[in-house]
Antibody, heavy 117, light 110 residues
Framework: EVQLVQSGAEVKKPGESLKISCKGS????????IAWVRQMPGKGLEWMGI????????RYSPSFQGQVTISADKSISTAYLQWSSLKASDTAMYYC??????????WGQGTLVTVSS | QSALTQPRSVSGSPGQSVTISCTGT?????????VSWYQHHPGKAPKLLIY???KRPSGVPDRFSGSKSGNTASLTISGLQAEDEADYYC??????????FGGGTKLTVL
């Protein structure tokens, strides 16, 4: 069974750093791109970027380029989304999803990130 | 890379049909037959309903159907049921492994 399991909810202060994770299982982790999707409170889904774990080829949405870093460790079948300096506006639910055939069939359960002083 | 345009809300009574539109450009919706649709209940992971414009994954009822004409894709839900009340998002391939989502449509079952 294909599963994407994300790390738990985080509460951080502005300016702090954060790295959240998405662990894949039940399939060949290096054979599929993994995307990150943001949902701010009361808002829609936003595509942030995507990574190919096999060679760490990464693409970013222009809206998120330079704001976050997407990475992966194929040895432990895990993708990451990280911030070096969080802002209040980063408060959102973040989903990872497996990209296959130009759509997302499998999704993580979501990680809620709250940034507040 | 702008979000695809969806109506903010639609509604229908049980048993009726509703259609949700998704308008993009020739660089996304119109340029590829790679439109997908997702159902999202708050607090849960989005669920794939339609891919490649009009294909249904195993387990998705045939009440859900997709189509496309030019730069506009559509999701039709027939035989509305109470559990269909959710947010619906379209998504299109936009080249170089990038995708773009629509702004989302809230479906209310009256």
């Amino acid at each position: 069974e294909v599963q994407l399991v994300q790390s738990g909810a985080e509460v951080k202060k502005p300016g702090e750093s954060l790295k959240i994770s998405c662990k894949g299982s039940g399939y060949s982790f290096t054979s599929y791109w993994i995307a990150w999707v943001r949902q701010m409170p009361g808002k829609g889904l936003e595509w942030m970027g995507i990574i190919y774990p096999s060679d760490s080829d990464t693409r970013y949405s222009p809206s998120f380029q330079g704001q976050v870093t997407i990475s992966a460790d194929k040895s432990i079948s895990t993708a990451y989304l990280q911030w070096s300096s969080l802002k209040a506006s980063d408060t959102a639910m973040y989903y990872c999803a497996r990209y296959g055939g130009n759509y997302y069939h499998y999704w993580g359960q979501g990680t809620l990130v709250t940034v507040s002083s | 890379q702008s979000a695809l345009t969806q109506p903010r809300s639609v509604s229908g009574s049980p048993g009726q049909s509703v259609t949700i539109s998704c308008t993009g450009t020739s660089s996304d919706v119109g340029g590829y037959n790679y439109v997908s649709w997702y159902q999202h209940h708050p607090g849960k992971a989005p669920k794939l309903l339609i891919y490649d414009v009009n294909k249904r994954p195993s387990g998705v009822p045939d009440r859900f159907s997709g189509s496309k004409s030019g730069n506009t894709a559509s999701l039709t839900i027939s035989g509305l049921q109470a559990e269909d009340e959710a947010d619906y998002y379209c998504c299109s391939y936009a080249g170089s492994y990038t995708l773009v989502f629509g702004g989302g449509t809230k479906l209310t079952v009256l």
